[in-house]
């Protein structure tokens, strides 16, 4: 099966034609000033892909497409359904670039299957079911890291996941669909064959999936909610912060540049939310404190550049992350991962992480923690 070229993917590649985001990124005036999904506009940017590349693309997912607000795909095709189809049905046809049934198993493997014949796609998931194909991307990730060491395997397109209705947007559901664990998995897979981007808002995560459509040989995990939220960057803002994959947000910053008194740091849709408000609280209580707020799009920017490609090198990170200040961080994920990420770093013993703890959290602490910090900071001394 090997030396078939019907299978020799990298062969048979053909770049795709992406469209420009211009005409999918929101205006965002001020931070903040606007609310929206952030799936929303990266369902039109998939349709017009689709559109572009009625041959070589696919989106697969269990069931969920409309779920994670990418239904704009079914206005250039439907669902492919080889079975009876009856009046009433919807969006299903003979042939459809959309792949969707209720088993992240089929959809893993048939993506799989599409990659290494030379073609792209996107598998959308609900973040806590991903999980079940673990076992599967394990494989993938150790062909694409074999197949490097193979003169004749050229490279494929990446297998690319976009994983939604995550764990902090399962209140309704609850414990059963919470777990932010897929992250944890694919982190500990080689480093030049994994990234994980959480993009804040609508237009860093159009960002994002433009680059990892581009990229090769990559296993992309890209973790972004469907509900509405503020939307915090303005296009050309959002494209240089995702090349940055992080940096300091100067607007929503107090230190004017100089040495800050405490470092707010997130990384995930919903934290930011939860630093920006505790920004607001610290704004109004303690506005003589120096605060810097620094967002985190590309997870692994975090990890020592020995350990990972991304990494970043000492001076930059010292320069986010002074090495004698307080660094209180708001994940999306367990808090853990980030001191498994930085342990090595300088500031490693100011770290001080809040994120997803198992037991249904539905919410992070650290909005608690910021406001028994507040009221110990400006209570009375007895």
Not at 260 to 289: K, Q
Not at 361 to 377: A, I, K, Q, Y
Request: charged content about 20%; aromatic content about 8%.
């Amino acid at each position: 099966m090997s030396a078939t070229p019907h299978a020799n993917g990298g062969e048979l590649l053909h770049a795709l034609r992406l469209p420009e985001l211009g005409g999918h990124l929101v205006a965002v005036p001020s931070p903040g000033a606007v609310e929206t999904g952030a799936t929303g506009p990266l369902g039109g940017w998939v349709r017009d892909v689709i559109a572009a590349n009625p041959q070589n693309f696919r989106l697969f997912g269990p069931d969920e497409v409309a779920s994670n607000r990418l239904q704009a795909v079914f206005e250039v095709t439907d669902r492919v359904f080889g079975a009876e189809r009856r009046p009433g049905d919807d969006h299903l046809a003979a042939r459809g670039r959309v792949v969707e049934v209720l088993s992240e198993h089929l959809c893993q493997g048939w993506l799989e299957g599409y990659l290494l014949t030379g073609r792209h796609g996107i598998f959308t998931c609900y973040e806590a079911f991903i999980h079940i194909v673990d076992s599967m991307v394990n494989q993938h990730a150790k062909w694409i890291k074999v197949s490097r060491g193979i003169p004749w395997r050229r490279p494929i397109a990446s297998l690319n996941y976009l994983l939604t209705s995550h764990v902090w947007r399962q209140d309704h559901n609850g414990f059963s669909h919470q777990d932010p664990g897929f992250i944890d998995h694919v982190v500990n897979k080689k480093s030049e064959t994994v990234r994980v981007y959480l993009p804040p808002d609508a237009n860093t995560l159009l960002a994002v999936m433009e680059g990892c459509l581009r990229s090769r040989d990559l296993v992309n995990v890209v973790v972004a909610g469907k509900q509405q939220a503020p939307q915090w960057l303005a296009p050309d803002a959002a494209v240089a912060h995702v090349r940055r994959g992080i940096g300091i947000w100067d607007w929503a910053s107090s230190d004017s540049g100089e040495i800050p008194d405490v470092v707010l740091a997130c990384c995930g849709d919903v934290p930011t939310l939860e630093t920006l408000a505790a920004v607001t609280l610290l704004r109004e209580h303690l506005p003589l404190l120096r605060v810097r707020v620094v967002n985190v799009v590309d997870l692994m920017r975090l990890q020592d550049p020995t350990e990972h490609p991304h990494g970043l090198p000492d001076r930059e990170y010292d320069a986010l992350f002074p090495p004698d200040r307080p660094v209180i961080f708001a994940f999306h994920g367990y808090p853990w991962l980030i001191h498994r990420l930085t342990y090595r770093r300088r500031n490693h013993p100011h770290l001080h992480v809040r994120g997803y703890k198992e037991e249904g959290t539905t919410t992070t602490p650290f909005d608690m923690l910021m406001l028994n910090d507040l009221d110990r900071s400006t209570s009375s001394p007895t």
